[in-house]
């Protein structure tokens, strides 16, 4: 039904134009045509016949500026391709490139400065099969799971998969980045950036704490789970996030978490926006409040198979701002600390590891010795800093301190002891880190 209406704006298009028209995607795959056409030169022939712009007509017409079009765009003929000059609309919905519409000169006298001129006219039944197409592009559509399903498989490493992106328009060439975005189970969104909450015995690994220090995993993971209906709420939470928003050039969604293809120098304020949206449109597609939901980004990428790299570097970054909420709802690979060691190894953190720290986790029965120390190694031994972000007096942390050192025998401000303590906390946090599916 769909299709038969988009077929109807494009000869309503045409007629009002008096030219042949033809509507492509973004990759250059035939959507509809016209049957009005005073003359088809050899090229517009073999696309209405093949369904797909050749090799030598895509470089011709990128040459001209088309992916980066806003505008109406005259692409001059061109003999060798037997190809007639022709106008390209680019069609878009709040800056989201849904596809092109191409307007043909009938002739090498036939100025493309007429059909520039014509378009003002016809302008509100473009924009309405902008909007046409935006809607057979929603995250259920079989053309954006299909393509979507091939960006994740790249984004795994799948050979095929990446060699497919290389056809694809709306990549470019490159660098890239890739993020992840990824709602938690059982943490509200108040509790963004609350490490202070630690201190009331949440720190994993203290005794207090142990009920606290579940794994963290994504909402909708329990024995109900639909792993397809959760996939496609991932699909449409991250389409909507993004439609607009230019550094996102694409976006897909696996049953826990969403991908987005970045350009390299997308910003903090572009990606604090896709979060705010990610999380305004949870209420109105999941029929439930959001939780707490991060984003990691991975390091730029230059090739099409360093996108797996990319992807493994924004999964690490979003598992360690699960356990770790002072680095923020957005972080970037190169922030997360000590934690891009523990994903590069897959580390899991032994019971017993350290005995420094296996010592100090026996002696704090009320989780008040370990949110200290973590949050002193982390202000780098600012006493003020801690006593003000745990509500604690300065000679309260003072005492725990000595206390720790009571404890251990030594130091924990000093040298390889500092390491060591410091490592097992971060460690211990990495274990309850919420796990993605590898396939």
């Given at each position: 039904?769909q299709?038969?209406v988009?077929?109807?704006?494009?000869?309503s298009?045409?007629?009002?134009?008096?030219?042949?028209?033809?509507?492509?995607?973004?990759?250059?795959?035939?959507l509809?045509?016209?049957?009005?056409q005073?003359?088809?030169?050899?090229?517009?022939?073999?696309?209405?016949?093949?369904?797909?712009?050749?090799?030598?007509?895509?470089?011709?017409?990128l040459?001209h500026?088309?992916?980066?079009?806003?505008?109406?765009?005259?692409?001059?003929?061109n003999?060798?391709?037997?190809?007639?000059?022709?106008?390209?609309?680019?069609?878009?919905?709040?800056g989201?490139?849904v596809?092109?519409l191409?307007?043909q000169?009938?002739?090498?006298?036939?100025?493309?400065?007429?059909?520039?001129?014509?378009?003002?006219?016809?302008r509100?039944?473009?924009?309405?099969?902008?909007?046409?197409?935006?809607?057979?592009?929603?995250?259920s559509?079989?053309?954006?799971?299909?393509r979507?399903?091939?960006?994740?498989?790249?984004?795994?490493?799948?050979?095929?998969?990446i060699?497919?992106?290389?056809?694809?328009?709306?990549?470019?060439?490159?660098?890239?980045?890739?993020?992840?975005?990824?709602?938690?189970?059982?943490?509200?969104?108040d509790?963004?950036?609350?490490?202070?909450?630690?201190?009331?015995?949440?720190?994993?690994?203290?005794?207090?704490?142990?009920?606290?220090?579940?794994?963290?995993?994504p909402?909708?993971?329990?024995?109900g789970?639909?792993?397809?209906?959760?996939?496609?709420?991932q699909?449409?939470?991250?389409?909507?996030a993004?439609?607009?928003?230019?550094?996102?050039?694409?976006?897909?969604?696996?049953?826990?978490?969403?991908?987005?293809?970045?350009?390299?120098?997308i910003?903090?304020?572009?990606?604090?926006?896709?979060l705010?949206?990610?999380?305004?449109?949870?209420?109105?597609?999941?029929?439930r409040?959001?939780?707490?939901?991060?984003?990691?980004?991975?390091?730029?990428?230059?090739?099409?198979?360093?996108?797996?790299?990319s992807?493994?570097?924004?999964?690490?970054?979003?598992?360690?701002?699960?356990?770790?909420?002072?680095?923020?709802d957005?972080?970037?690979?190169?922030?997360?600390?000590?934690?891009?060691?523990?994903?590069?190894v897959?580390?899991?953190?032994?019971?017993?590891?350290?005995?420094h720290?296996?010592?100090?986790?026996?002696?704090?029965?009320?989780?008040?010795l370990?949110?200290?120390?973590?949050?002193?190694?982390?202000?780098?031994?600012?006493?003020?800093?801690v006593?003000?972000?745990?509500?604690?007096?300065?000679?309260?942390?003072y005492?725990r301190?000595?206390?720790?050192?009571?404890?251990?025998?030594?130091?924990?401000?000093?040298?390889?002891?500092?390491?060591?303590?410091?490592?097992?906390?971060?460690a211990?946090?990495?274990?309850?880190?919420?796990?993605?599916?590898?396939?």
């Amino acid at each position: 039904m769909q299709n038969q209406v988009i077929e109807d704006v494009v000869e309503s298009i045409a007629q009002k134009l008096g030219r042949g028209l033809s509507l492509e995607d973004p990759d250059g795959v035939l959507l509809a045509y016209s049957s009005h056409q005073t003359s088809a030169d050899r090229v517009r022939v073999n696309f209405l016949l093949s369904k797909k712009v050749p090799a030598d007509v895509s470089e011709w017409q990128l040459r001209h500026g088309i992916a980066q079009a806003v505008r109406a765009v005259a692409v001059p003929a061109n003999e060798e391709l037997g190809m007639l000059g022709r106008v390209c609309v680019p069609l878009l919905v709040r800056g989201f490139r849904v596809g092109y519409l191409w307007v043909q000169q009938q002739s090498d006298d036939d100025p493309a400065s007429g059909i520039l001129a014509a378009l003002p006219a016809v302008r509100p039944t473009i924009d309405r099969l902008a909007e046409l197409l935006l809607e057979t592009d929603t995250a259920s559509s079989e053309r954006r799971t299909q393509r979507e399903a091939t960006f994740l498989a790249a984004c795994r490493g799948v050979a095929a998969a990446i060699e497919d992106l290389r056809g694809w328009r709306e990549l470019g060439g490159g660098p890239w980045r890739v993020a992840v975005v990824h709602e938690l189970t059982g943490v509200g969104p108040d509790r963004a950036a609350a490490p202070e909450g630690t201190a009331r015995g949440s720190l994993p690994g203290s005794r207090a704490g142990r009920t606290a220090s579940k794994r963290t995993e994504p909402l909708g993971t329990g024995d109900g789970h639909d792993p397809h209906e959760a996939a496609l709420l991932q699909r449409t939470l991250a389409l909507q996030a993004t439609v607009g928003v230019a550094p996102v050039l694409f976006s897909a969604g696996a049953s826990t978490f969403s991908v987005l293809l970045c350009a390299p120098d997308i910003g903090r304020r572009a990606l604090q926006e896709v979060l705010d949206r990610y999380r305004a449109e949870v209420p109105k597609r999941a029929g439930r409040p959001a939780g707490r939901v991060v984003l990691g980004l991975g390091e730029s990428s230059a090739d099409h198979r360093g996108l797996a790299d990319s992807f493994s570097q924004a999964q690490h970054t979003v598992q360690a701002a699960a356990v770790d909420p002072q680095l923020g709802d957005v972080s970037s690979y190169a922030d997360i600390g000590v934690y891009q060691f523990l994903g590069a190894v897959g580390w899991q953190a032994p019971a017993h590891g350290s005995v420094h720290f296996a010592e100090l986790s026996d002696a704090d029965r009320v989780g008040e010795l370990l949110p200290v120390l973590e949050l002193l190694y982390d202000k780098n031994g600012s006493v003020q800093d801690v006593a003000a972000q745990l509500h604690l007096h300065r000679s309260t942390v003072y005492n725990r301190l000595a206390r720790i050192r009571s404890v251990v025998g030594a130091d924990p401000l000093g040298g390889m002891v500092r390491l060591e303590l410091h490592l097992a906390l971060k460690a211990r946090r990495w274990r309850s880190r919420p796990r993605f599916e590898q396939s």
